[in-house]
């Protein structure tokens, strides 16, 4: 089910958040600075490619940097991020067959928008992860 969920996520909008992600991550990377925002960019765009049968879960060492992170990753592109997953996940909830789909934009927003501080786990696992083994 994961894998038809995720080729039917693909074809009809996983592909164009994948690339907005890809893109931010190439304007973030262009200086210095905008590296590490850059690798989280391009980890987001894996994520938001192939999302059914994998969860986010908090990182536990990240720190107070992560904070900081998020906050000038909300300024820079998260905000806009998020945007193309509301205005998504609206149009594919307009059928019966996008509901999931669009349900599954939605649960991307958060992370689109503060997304230090967090590892992509399959969701098998995550709640192993979660416990800290």
């Not at 931010?24 to 905008?34: F, K, M, S």
């Not at 850059?38 to 994998?54: E, T, V």
Request: with cysteine.
């Amino acid at each position: 089910m994961r894998l038809l969920l995720n080729v039917i996520w693909l074809v009809f909008g996983g592909l164009w958040m994948a690339l907005g992600y890809v893109v931010a991550g190439i304007l973030l990377a262009i200086t210095v600075i905008g590296i590490p925002f850059a690798i989280a960019s391009f980890r987001m765009a894996n994520f938001a490619l192939w999302p059914f049968g994998r969860r986010l879960v908090d990182e536990p060492a990240s720190g107070a940097m992560a904070g900081i992170g998020n906050v000038l990753w909300l300024i820079l592109a998260g905000w806009w991020l998020a945007l193309g997953h509301i205005v998504t996940g609206i149009a594919q909830c307009i059928t019966i067959i996008g509901i999931p789909l669009g349900i599954a934009n939605f649960k991307l927003i958060p992370v689109s928008l503060m997304p230090l501080g967090k590892r992509i786990v399959d969701a098998d696992d995550a709640y192993a992860f979660m416990r800290g083994r």
